[in-house]
T-cell receptor
Framework: NAGVTQTPKFRVLKTGQSMTLLCAQD?????MYWYRQDPGMGLRLIHY???????AKGEVPDGYNVSRLKKQNFLLGLESAAPSQTSVYFC??????????FGPGTRLTVL | GEDVEQSLFLSVREGDSSVINCTYT??????LYWYKQEPGAGLQLLTY?????DMKQDQRLTVLLNKKDKHLSLRIADTQTGDSAIYFC????????????FGSGTRLLVRP
């Protein structure tokens, strides 16, 4: 099992550009999450999904959209990137035993 | 409201025990987690405890939960330099999302 994978690992955007971050998991988990991590802070939940075709807002959803067309994939989109979205983005999925596994992260810089 | 607090920094000598503390505010928390993050890496799940338990031990790790005081601690026995990292406490609330609320992390420095 590869676990939770994320692409890309690094990205630099200019203000106003768009991009999509891809998260994939091969553990057949229903629940998936997107978090962001800023310096000196814990992780904050952006959006989550409780199953294929479902999405819901987390704590800091503004400026982001998500889609869960396939159970194993959870996409995070930035339609018009802003410098405030410079962060490290982590995807996670949760098992039936409530173990939440994280991907390696995507480091995004918006200039 | 939901809030998880941790001290920012802990320094210990190699071979000593480390105790990292965490307090949470939501009494409906069902699971409480400890994650380890090394520089430039993702979060590694170390251990977690269900809220009806007081203690959980896993090799060098001991988790203590005081539900009355909403206090969680992680004890690392025989701390090694490889344990230097940021440790995050997180709570999972009793709702259908299973989302985690994280503390801001405790940086553990292990001195040789």
């Amino acid at each position: 099992n590869a676990g939770v994978t994320q692409t890309p690992k690094f990205r630099v955007l200019k203000t106003g550009q768009s991009m999509t971050l891809l998260c994939a998991q091969d553990m057949n988990h229903e629940y998936m999450y997107w978090y962001r991590q800023d310096p000196g802070m814990g992780l904050r939940l952006i959006h989550y999904s409780v199953g294929e075709g479902t999405t819901a807002k987390g704590e800091v959803p503004d400026g982001y959209n998500v889609s869960r067309l396939k159970k194993q994939n959870f996409l995070l989109g930035l339609e018009s990137a802003a410098p405030s979205q410079t962060s490290v983005y982590f995807c996670a999925s949760i098992s039936d035993k409530r173990e939440q596994f994280f991907g390696p992260g995507t480091r995004l810089t918006v200039l | 409201g939901e809030d998880v607090e941790q001290s920012l920094f802990l320094s210990v000598r190699e071979g000593d025990s480390s105790v990292i503390n965490c307090t949470y505010t939501d009494s409906s928390s069902t699971y409480l987690y400890w994650y380890k993050q090394e520089p430039g890496a993702g979060l590694q799940l170390l251990t977690y405890i269900f809220s009806n338990m007081d203690m959980k031990q896993d090799q060098r790790l001991t988790v203590l939960l005081n539900k009355k005081d909403k206090h969680l601690s992680l004890r690392i026995a025989d701390t090694q330099t490889g344990d230097s990292a940021i440790y995050f406490c997180a709570e999972s609330l009793m709702d259908s999302s299973y989302k985690l609320i994280f503390g801001s992390g405790t940086r553990l420095l292990v001195r040789p």
